[in-house]
Every structure is written in C-alpha cells, then in structure tokens.
C-alpha cells in the first residue's frame, strides 16, 4: 500500500457538463476502492443531475445534467466529498468492501485448446504451466475499471511471477470468454473481439448482457472482488445455460450466493 | 386505432442508422453512448415536425439511399446539403414535407458536410436497447441487434391523428457545415506537459482523414508534441465526449459519440458539445482549425439552444435524457 495522504487530487473539466477527479498516487486496489466509494457518495449526493460516472485506475470522470444550475459549485463539493474518502481511506489502510462484499468466483478452463497463449506466458515466466494456473487461480483480484468494450473488467493485480507484456501484434479476434494477461492485470473479454491480451484460459460465464436489467447487465462493478478456479473440460462443455450468472431473471439471491460459495470451496 | 406505416430501405450505399440522444447512465459498465453525431440538426429535425426533441430519427451518412414511405405523414430532413427528391419534387433541408403513401424520397452524395437526419411526425417506433433508439455498429449494440440498416430493412411510424403544419427553419438558423474555428476548451488546469501541443493545436489547419468515423474523427497536420513523460505510467482513464486525444505519433483524434469509454492517450483539450457536432460533419479531406472559447461560453450556448428547441410544442427537455 503506497498511499498516503499527503497525495493531491485534481479537478478538471473537459466540456461543459463533464469534468474528472484525479488521484495523483500509483494505482493499487486500496485507491480502486476510495474510487468507488467516491462515485458512490456522489450519486447519493446529487442523484438524477449525475448522468454517467466512470471510475477508473487513479480517476473519476463525472457527466453532470448540462441543466444543473450551478456546475462549478457541484465539481468543487463533489471534489471535497472525494478528498474526505480519500484521507479517510489512505489512513485507515483497510478495503472498504473486504468485509461487506462478496467474492465473486469466476469458473476457467484453463486447458491449451482455449489457451493459446498459455505455453508462452509459461515460457515467459520461466514456470510450467501448470504453475502459471495455479498462481492466476490462487489470488484475489479487484475490478479496477471496467471499459474497452462493455463489461470488460481490469482485473487487478496478479502474481508479479506470471506478469507478461501484451501480444506484439493484436489478434484479429478473441473469443468471448476467453481469460487473458497483459503485465500485471488479467481480464476476461465479455464477448467477441479483437484484442492483445495473452490468453490463458476461457469461461463459460456470461460476463455482459444487454437483456439482462441494467443493475445486472454487467456481471462486475468497479471495486468487486474475483477469484478464478479451474474446471474440467466436460464441466466447461455442460455448464448450464441457466447458470445464475448467465440468466439472472427471476432468480433468488440465494442463487446467486450458491455461485459465489460454489467457487470457494 | 392509429395506422401504422413503414419506410422501407429501398437501397442504402451510405450509412444508415436510427439515432436519438443516445444511451445515459451506461459509461461506467463500457457501454458508449451514441446518439445523433449532429445533436442540432438532429433537434432541429424533431423542432420542425413538433416532435419531441428526443424522438428516434434516421440518421444518414453521406446520402445515397432510396427511402419508401408506405403512409401519408409529414417528414423532414435536415443536417448535410444534399439534393433529395420525394419521386421527381426536389426537397430542402430544413423544410419539413408531406408524403403520401407510396412516395419515395433519394439522396445523392452531399454537396457539404456529411450526416442527414431524416424524421416523420411522431418520430419513428423503434424499441430502445439500453434505454436508447441509438445503433451502434462498433458495440453490436441497439435496435436491429446493433448493425446498420440495409435494404429491404424497415422503420415504423404510427399515422398522425391531423397532420403538423409545414414548417421551415429561418435562414438566420442555417448550419454552418465548414470546419473553420470549431469551438474548443482548453482546459483550466493546464498541464505543463500539454502546453506546446496546445499552441500549436489552435494555430494550425488540420486535415480530415479518410478514418473517421462515429467513433473519432483522426486529423492530420503537423504533428503536436507532447512530453515524453505524459505517456509513461498513464492508467486509462474516462474518455469524455468531444475529448482530444494525442497519441505518440502527433496525431490527434477526436473523440465523437461511439467512442470508447476509457483510453490511455493524453488528453490535452475538449471541444465543446456543438462543437463535436460541427467536427462529425467534416468531411475526410476537408480543413479544419480551431478556436479556444471559455467554459461559460460554452455553457451558455448549450443552454441558448436547448432553452430553444424546449419551448417547441414538444416537452421539454428538461431532463437532458
């Protein structure tokens, strides 16, 4: 943990009813968490005048209704409001939402077939294989930001060990699912892309969906907590559509819990 | 019971769409926002049929399409000069038109500036993905599962009960389709970093190129430097709309409503919401320059025009959305 509060923000805005706060401090899972609480506090603060919000690495970019009477006023309290998450969070060291969020676990098949890129990051990282599984599946990741195309989750951060640098030249298309690595953040692509991340493995999670209600289309928010755990390729072939986490209508949170618990073992 | 008609897509060689104010409250999940790339023209097409400003519209990048209506209404097109023609009769941009059924309208390619809004009275029956009428073709997502519409593709409209009187947009309001002085905000805390680039961004004429698109608009002049270090541990962050971004090559590109959410580059200014609007009519070749306006300008202009096409008949657009 590198934060201190000593660290700045910075108020900018960029059109007129846009502007972004940025944390001038080194991106790590305990800023990602002020973050969210951040934009969470706003959007309780000032409801329906905050159209869209996007909290990313070491910012929060905030769209205000153009309506609003007095957008300076707003970005300067909305300003104040991050500074006290910000102290408050830098100086109690703890991760808001370790104790009041659930794990969310991510089923992969980690097996060569969906994993092109896996020999290579092996070889990278001078580990076998199934070194490199063992050590993505091991650890507990944060969604840091999602974008790049919908849903998509920055998952950070993985074992230094298996960190590896981006595919030099991009594939044309990459599967939806499939799990990838680029240096110290690993991610999943919600659906059919290009992309250069190296892939590892593949879910058969639905991570976004657009028929699903907004609150759930995406399976990650910013600040969520991930683990991935290996399944077999006959687990894979028969997950079942009707997985809580690929249709989420009319099903009880308990459901979803079972999920959840169901990765811990 | 109202009638219900259909315009049906007879050939389409430009790009066509159904666009509306596009999708709010989405941006922190990735989902973009889309919406009409020309915000005024796309409003004066709902002020002039009485709409309501947010009413689903077609929007038509450069021309070239044959359009079938299958019910009288009254439509109107408005954004890019264009020669169109309802069966033999010439139309105007800007003067809304009766059709009657079996009447079909042609574009050719615009004469200045590049995307057309096409609307019928009521607006068109379209069912909004996401909370918008908006298709976006890099996401996939939006009505007609997210991809242009092409021909034998078909938009509906309900009959109006009595039609709207024809109207036309005084000559005082006409667009202005050149890319002379585009509106543009520096921003008020001004990295050091940025500086030159910003200089030489306001003193120069930029080129369109040919790879531009809803996304972003690329410009090509002499290239903008911006310090080495603005691009060493720079974590992605949002991506406003209008946001001009400046890769390492010198480059920059403007951001325009089907733009990612999060990018990496520099940002070293923002065109002002019109202004955006103004750079999606620019054509690939055309040139381009710049000029700083203030924030409160900017504001107030947003405000003059929405103030505007508020007290239209159609409801207010008090909520932006």
């Known amino acids: 943990m590198s934060l201190s509060p000593l660290n700045k923000l910075r108020l900018s805005w960029h059109n007129e009813n846009t502007f972004t706060v940025t944390f001038e401090a080194a991106p790590c899972v305990q800023l990602t968490h002020i973050i969210a609480a951040c934009l969470c506090a706003i959007r309780q603060c000032w409801g329906d005048d905050i159209l869209d919000g996007i909290p990313a690495y070491d910012s929060l970019m905030i769209v205000i209704d153009p309506w609003h009477e007095t957008p300076d006023e707003l970005a300067q309290q909305a300003m104040q409001l991050c500074e006290r998450e910000f102290l408050s969070g830098a100086v109690s060291q703890q991760r808001p939402s370790e104790q009041t969020c659930l794990t969310l676990s991510i089923p992969v098949l980690y097996h060569q077939s969906v994993a092109p890129d896996l020999r290579r ?7 076998t294989c199934g070194e490199v599984v063992e050590l993505h599946a091991r650890k507990t990741y944060t969604v840091c930001a ?12 993985v074992d230094e060990r298996i960190a590896t640098p981006r595919l030099a030249t991009p594939r044309k298309s990459v599967p939806e699912g499939a799990v990838g690595i680029a240096e110290t953040q690993t991610g999943i692509y919600p659906r059919q892309s290009p992309g250069g991340w190296n ?40 997950w079942p559509a009707d997985d809580p986490a690929n249709s989420w209508g009319g099903k009880s949170p308990g459901a979803w819990a079972e999920l959840v618990n169901q990765g811990r073992r | 019971m109202s009638r219900f008609g259909l315009l049906r897509v007879l050939q389409a060689r430009g790009k066509l769409t159904t666009q509306d104010l596009g999708r709010k409250g989405w941006l922190h999940l990735g989902l973009c926002e889309s919406g009409a790339a020309d915000e005024l023209a796309f409003l004066w097409a709902n002020h002039l049929l009485g709409n309501a400003c947010d009413a689903p519209a077609l929007e038509i990048t450069l021309g070239q399409v044959s359009l079938e209506f299958t019910l009288a209404t009254t439509a109107v097109l408005t954004g890019a000069e264009v020669a169109g023609q309802l069966n033999d009769a010439p139309v105007t941009s800007g003067q809304s038109f009766r059709v009657a059924a079996g009447d079909v309208l042609r574009l050719s390619i615009p004469r200045q500036g590049v995307v057309n809004y096409l609307s019928v009275q009521g607006g068109f029956c379209i ?56 509106p543009l905000l520096v921003p008020i805390v001004e990295s050091v970093a940025a500086a030159p680039a910003l200089h030489n961004l306001l003193n120069q004429r930029f080129r369109v190129s040919t790879e531009t698109n809803r996304m972003g608009c690329r410009l090509q002049g002499d290239a903008l430097n911006v310090d080495a270090l603005a691009y060493q541990h720079r974590a992605s962050a949002g991506v406003p709309y209008g946001a001009i971004q400046l890769p390492p090559d010198g480059q920059p590109i403007v951001l325009l409503k089907d733009r990612q959410t999060m990018g990496g580059y520099p940002i070293i200014a923002c065109l002002s919401r019109w202004g955006a609007g103004r750079l999606a009519q620019c054509r690939p070749g055309e040139a381009v320059t710049f000029c700083a306006i203030s924030i409160a300008q900017a504001r107030q202009q947003w405000r003059d025009w929405y103030g505007f096409f508020s007290n239209s008949a159609s409801a207010r657009c008090a909520k932006y959305h």
């Open chain 1, 121 to 127: 990051v092996a070889d990278f990282c001078g580990l």
């Open chain 1, 199 to 238: 892939i590892i493995g593949r879910t058969p999670v639905r991570c976004f969906d657009v028929a699903r209600p907004i609150a759930q289309a995406s399976l990650f928010t910013v600040g969520q907590r991930v683990r991935f755990y290996a399944i077999s390729q006959a687990q894979y072939d028969n």
């Open chain 1, 146 to 157: 999602l974008g790049f195309a919908p849903g998509f989750p920055y998952l950070g951060f």
């Open chain 2, 127 to 182: 069912t909004k993905v996401c909370g918008s009428a908006s298709i976006c073709e890099r996401e996939k997502i939006g009505p007609f599962d997210g991809a242009p519409l092409n021909a034998g593709d078909c938009v509906g409209y309900r009959a109006p009960a009595e039609h709207t009187p024809l109207r036309r947009r005084a000559e005082r309001w006409c667009m202005n389709h050149s890319g002379e002085n585009i």
